[in-house]
């Protein structure tokens, strides 16, 4: 996407053609990577749920097959083509794609012999079709031998265990184990014990760097390549030092062949401007790229999913500050775990999804309905090999995102902790919280995927109207965070919470950011001043020896002055309004303009449905103020009405009550005569 600059500092917003972890499908990734996608037909036989030899590699072969070409030039014939270059520019916002590759494409070895076969071609036709669109590529490495971090996306995933023999009863199921096991074997030898590395693979490392030489050689004087990643998401336990030489080996590999190009590092999983601020200052053309997702994050309100998003940018103008320019290489518009396959085929991180997820038919296979295990078969449901987790499809459904439910009460804004996954009809919100999550994010990593979802894929989104076309200087999308950068969220505890969780993130806040100070009863203790912006409590000071006797309300109140003051003391710094599910962001200024239109049912939507409830009341009694003085005015006036009136049952009941007669004037017959009932025997 555009090239921006936040606060005075250079942000690149791409819209790349990546898939993350597991859920990339019909990218650019999932098909020049082979890598494991989300929403596509299994690379192994999905009926029979048997054990191949090369699962852990995620590719459609055992290590003892042979690749052809033949084989696997279906999926690029079928998903990189030149319009979808041309829908991206047409856009109005993408200036920039960023390409992952897999190592083995420039150097094949293993199992990737002969699987990516005719993959370089498909690179020359991309960088012409960005060319000639406009559009400027970022080489992301996206896999490297023995795998960066362990996550299938890498070509491998490391640490893995088949533990079927472990559950032959009761139903004799097909097992693996990953994720509490995984590994990373680029960098080294790791000790899963000690989360350290026991020795450094030279030899890897060098294959990296022989890697990024032939990039270079290969596309030096190619008009459309932006620069190089040398790695994509080396995990946290990679040896910080030689990541960093690493980095300083390719960079100087990039410069002597390429001194245009920009060199693009990951943070990884390490955005710590301790650690960024300084490296390589100075030199020309390098960026830290982070990577920022909520899918993973436990669930929560809109407004709390806003403010994490907003924060964002603090976090990025710090690092900024002291290393250099930032880039957002990934993000998505995701708030759930549901997406298909996203932390592996067939798998999932212990504990998600954290909620239900909603399911839609599966969509055809991209390779095509030749490939074992396809179609999927809608009369069959959930079929193994099971990880430790569970997302597959179940009976021709697939999972995706859920949606968000449109609220009508400042009761029902917590309705997300118990809605359903799909909204009832009317009570879908998931256009307006999509639209405004995306103008506080605004960039973008992955172009298309397989099953509709809007959530993971640029396309989908601009399609939604998530995302806007054209003009990204769009007050709606400068103002998106007006809200939160003014202050105008507070951070309050949930009703309903246990005690003892409200109990200890109060104490937490005391611990963190209370004062020395004597207590009431004259003891030692930490306190903070309540400023009364979100309590009764109003300038007095909350002591942490009294929080064990508060309960109820008291407890409460106590519990929003502590979460409101540490979350705006740090939010800067990436601090939630979390607490360990006990807080909630609520919005409190009720005149401030508003820059986006949201169903959110926050106190100023509650005093405007006030306002109309007063305002159809006082309608309601005018009316029949009005009936009855129309009333009285024509008893009093009218002879004949009066009359009329005085022959009926109202009439005769009114005449019995002198209060009422003499109000109405009195009940004349006029020339109307009775008729004396006759009773017929």
């Known amino acids: 996407m555009k090239f921006f600059s936040s606060a005075g500092a250079l942000a690149l917003f791409c819209a790349t053609a990546k898939a993350q972890e597991a859920e990339r499908t019909t990218s650019t990734e999932s098909q020049l990577a082979v890598e494991s996608s989300p929403n596509l037909s299994p690379p192994i036989n999905h009926s029979t749920g048997e054990e191949p030899g090369s699962f852990k590699h995620f590719i459609a072969h055992s290590d003892t097959q042979t690749c052809t070409s033949d084989e696997h030039a279906t999926p690029f014939n079928n998903q990189i083509r030149g319009e979808i270059i041309v829908k991206l520019k047409e856009s109005g916002a993408v200036n920039s794609l ?64 088949w533990t079927s023999f472990l559950n032959t009863v009761p139903a004799g199921d097909v097992t693996f184990e990953h994720w509490p096991i995984r590994s990373a074997g680029w960098i080294g030898t790791f000790d899963r014990v000690n989360a350290n590395y026991t020795d450094i693979n030279r030899d890897n490392i060098q294959h990296a760097l022989d890697v990024i030489e032939v990039i270079v050689e290969r596309y030096n004087d190619h008009p459309a390549v932006l620069g190089l ?27 002597k062949a390429a001194p245009y190009w920009k060199y693009i590092m990951h943070d990884s999983f390490r955005f710590d401007p301790k650690i960024w601020g300084g490296f390589m200052q100075g030199c020309p053309d390098r960026a830290l790229d982070t990577h920022i997702y909520q899918a993973w994050k436990d669930p929560s309100s809109r407004e709390t999913f806003y403010a994490d998003a907003c924060a964002t940018k603090h976090a990025i103008s710090a690092m900024e500050r002291a290393f250099g320019p930032v880039i957002v290489g990934e993000w998505s518009l995701a708030t759930d775990n549901c997406a298909m396959w996203l932390n592996g085929f067939n798998d999932n991180l212990p504990g998600f999804p954290r909620l239900p997820c909603k399911f839609t038919p599966c969509a055809d296979p991209y390779m095509g309905f030749d490939q074992p295990g396809t179609p999927v078969d809608p009369g069959k449901p959930a079929q193994g090999p099971y990880g430790t987790g569970m997302s597959t499809p179940i009976f021709g459904l697939c999972p995706v995102g859920r949606d968000w439910l449109r609220e009508s009460s400042l009761d029902s804004s917590q309705d997300w902790m118990k809605a359903p996954p799909e909204a009832p009809p009317g009570r879908d919100a998931s256009d307006e919280v999509m639209t405004n999550l995306a103008q506080k994010k605004i960039n973008f990593w992955n172009f298309r995927t397989e099953l509709y979802e809007p959530h993971w894929s640029y396309i989908h989104a601009l399609d939604r109207g998530w995302i806007p076309k054209g003009n990204l200087r769009d007050d709606a999308i400068i103002n998106a965070c ?63 020896s009294d929080v064990t006797n508060l309960t109820g309300e008291a407890l409460y109140a106590a519990a929003d002055c502590a979460y409101n003051l540490f979350w705006k003391t740090n939010r800067g710094a990436g601090a939630t309004c979390d607490f360990g599910g006990t807080g909630v962001l609520a919005e409190v200024n009720f005149t401030d303009t508003d820059y986006y239109n949201d169903d959110v049912p926050n106190d100023k939507v509650l005093v405007v449905n006030v306002e109309i409830a007063e305002l159809v009341g006082l309608i309601s009694l005018g009316i029949v103020l009005g009936t009855f003085i129309g009333f009285a005015t024509a008893m009093r006036c009218s002879k004949n009405f009066n009359a009329k009136v005085s022959h009926t049952a109202l009439g005769r009941t009114m005449q019995k009550n002198p209060l009422l007669s003499k109000s109405f004037g009195g009940f004349k017959t006029g020339d109307y005569t009775e008729i004396p009932s006759t009773r017929h025997v």
């Open 229 to 255: 990643e040398p790695v994509n998401e080396p995990w946290q336990y990679t040896p910080i030092d030689e990541l960093k030489k690493f980095y300083w080996d390719g960079y100087l590999i990039v410069k």
């Open 98 to 161: 960023r390409l992952p590759v897999g190592d083995w494409m420039y150097k094949p070895y293993g199992p990737y012999i002969g699987c990516t076969d005719g993959a370089l071609d498909f690179v020359d036709d991309l960088l012409d079709w960005a060319h000639a669109n406009g559009l400027t590529v970022l080489i992301d490495i996206h896999g490297l031998k023995g795998s960066q971090n362990g996550f299938d996306n890498s070509g491998q995933s490391q640490g893995f265990e």
């Open 482 to 544: 007006h809200k939160e950068d003014n202050g105008l969220y507070i951070c309050i505890a949930k009703r309903g919470q246990l005690d003892t969780n409200i109990r200890e993130s109060i104490d937490y806040v005391l611990k963190s950011e209370g004062a020395p100070s004597i207590n009431s009863h004259g003891s030692d203790s930490q306190s903070i001043i309540c400023d009364g912006s979100v309590s009764s409590n109003k300038s007095t000071l909350l002591y942490r």
